[in-house]
T-cell receptor, first 113, second 112 residues
Framework: SAVISQKPSRDICQRGTSLTIQCQVD?????MFWYRQQPGQSLTLIAT?????????ESGFVIDKFPISRPNLTFSTLTVSNMSPEDSSIYLC??????????FGPGTRLLVL | GENVEQHPSTLSVQEGDSAVIKCTYS??????FPWYKQELGKRPQLIID?????GEKKDQRIAVTLNKTAKHFSLHITETQPEDSAVYFC???????????FGKGTTLSVSS
């Protein structure tokens, strides 16, 4: 399976600011996804990061709030914009390997004060 | 869209007992069903998966069964050990290139 890293691993931010989370994979992958996991909850898909085109967002998530970049097949960023305490969550990227298997990055733990 | 229901939300067993977690899905086009284990503070780890052309798959102490007609699949853990304690998530997807839709998770506690 691919080796996936995320930066930062955790952060504490003030409301109204923005944070960009990076996801790096050690091999080229076609599909990358961003999920949010609120405390004690399951994983919710934010968007599919498409290489060379705009991300595809799930219902309830919009580009202005969660802009995503995918400049190449090994890297993606997710920005959480104009943060509020409700954005406090773990943000995880995942990549699709062979046969639809998905592997997750270690996550970014965000606390918004 | 796809909806995945997972039961129970919590499960407590004695070491050595078996544990069963069940999921149902709504979209008959779903064809891939993975199970993830998430320990506290860690990322979800894929532990086993099954595809729609297979009814059962086993890997040592864990097994997954799939009933396409009823649209449900189950995770079976035999001879449970304290290190099996974690949150387990089921998920479903329709085809390669599509994201996973997750169940709400089951917190498994194995006491020695």
């Amino acid at each position: 399976s691919a080796v996936i890293s995320q930066k930062p691993s955790r952060d504490i931010c003030q409301r109204g600011t923005s944070l960009t989370i990076q996801c790096q994979v050690d091999s080229q992958v076609t599909m990358m996804f961003w999920y949010r996991q609120q405390p004690g909850q399951s994983l919710t898909l934010i968007a599919t990061a498409n290489q060379g085109s705009e991300a595809t967002y799930e219902s309830g998530f919009v580009i202005d709030k969660f802009p995503i970049s995918r400049p190449n097949l090994t890297f993606s960023t997710l920005t959480v914009s104009n943060m509020s305490p409700e954005d406090s969550s773990i943000y995880l990227c995942s990549v699709e390997g062979l046969g639809q298997t998905q592997y997750f990055g270690p996550g970014t733990r965000l606390l918004v004060l | 869209g796809e909806n995945v229901e997972q039961h129970p939300s919590t499960l407590s067993v004695q070491e050595g007992d078996s544990a069963v977690i069940k999921c149902t899905y709504s979209d008959s086009a779903s064809n891939y069903f993975p199970w993830y284990k998430q320990e506290l503070g860690k990322r979800p780890q894929l532990i086993i998966d099954i595809r729609s052309n297979v009814g059962e798959k086993k890997d040592q102490r864990i097994a997954v069964t799939l009933n396409k007609t009823a649209k449900h699949f189950s995770l079976h853990i035999t001879e449970t050990q304290p290190e099996d304690s974690a949150v387990y998530f089921c998920a479903a997807s329709k085809m390669a290139g599509t994201a996973l839709i997750f169940g709400k998770g089951t917190t498994l506690s194995v006491s020695s």
